[in-house]
C-alpha cells in the first residue's frame, strides 16, 4: 500500500492488479448519498459536542476528553449501540473498552437524525488505523 500525497489516494495492490483506494470508493461501496438531493452532508459534530452529548447520555462523571471515556460506564441501550457500530466498523467482539472519535460522532449522527458523511468517518478511522 502507497499513499500518494499529490492525488490523496491510497494505491493497493491485489495479486497482480494495483487499484485506488479513497472515502468516494468507500462512499460507492456502501452506498452512502444524501437521500434528498438538496439535503447535503452535515459538518460532524467537533469535540467539543461530541463530549457534551456522551455527558447527556447519563455517564456517571463529566468527561473533559473522549480518551477517558469507557463504554461500560454508559447505560444499556448506548453501550448496545456502541458495540453495534464498533462490530460494523472493525468485526470486534472482544476487548473494546474505549470509543474512537468517529464512532462517538456516528452515535451522535444517529440518535440526531443527522446527515453526516459516515464513509468520511469510516475514512478518518482507516487513515488513523494505517
Known amino acids: 500500500m502507497c499513499f500518494n500525497s499529490s492525488t ?3 494505491s493497493c495492490q491485489l495479486d497482480e492488479q ?3 483506494l ?4 468507500l462512499r460507492d461501496a456502501l452506498d452512502i448519498t444524501p437521500s434528498i438531493d438538496n439535503n447535503p452532508f452535515v459538518a460532524p459534530p467537533s469535540s467539543d459536542t461530541v463530549i457534551e452529548y456522551v455527558n447527556t447520555l447519563g455517564y456517571p ?3 473533559k476528553n473522549v480518551s477517558e471515556m469507557s463504554v461500560n460506564a454508559l447505560y444499556q441501550p448506548w453501550r ?3 458495540s453495534m457500530i ?3 466498523l472493525t468485526g470486534k467482539t472482544a476487548g473494546y473498552d474505549r470509543p474512537i ?3 462517538l460522532q456516528i452515535l451522535w449522527g444517529i440518535t440526531h437524525r443527522s446527515n453526516i458523511d459516515y464513509a468520511e468517518r469510516i475514512w478518518e478511522e482507516f487513515i488513523q488505523s494505517i
Open 8 to 10: 490523496g489516494l491510497y
Open 18 to 20: 494495483w487499484f485506488n
Open 22 to 25: 479513497h472515502k468516494d470508493i
Open 61 to 63: 462523571c463529566t468527561l
Open 80 to 82: 448496545a449501540m456502541l
Open 86 to 88: 464498533n462490530i460494523c
Open 101 to 103: 472519535h468517529p464512532m
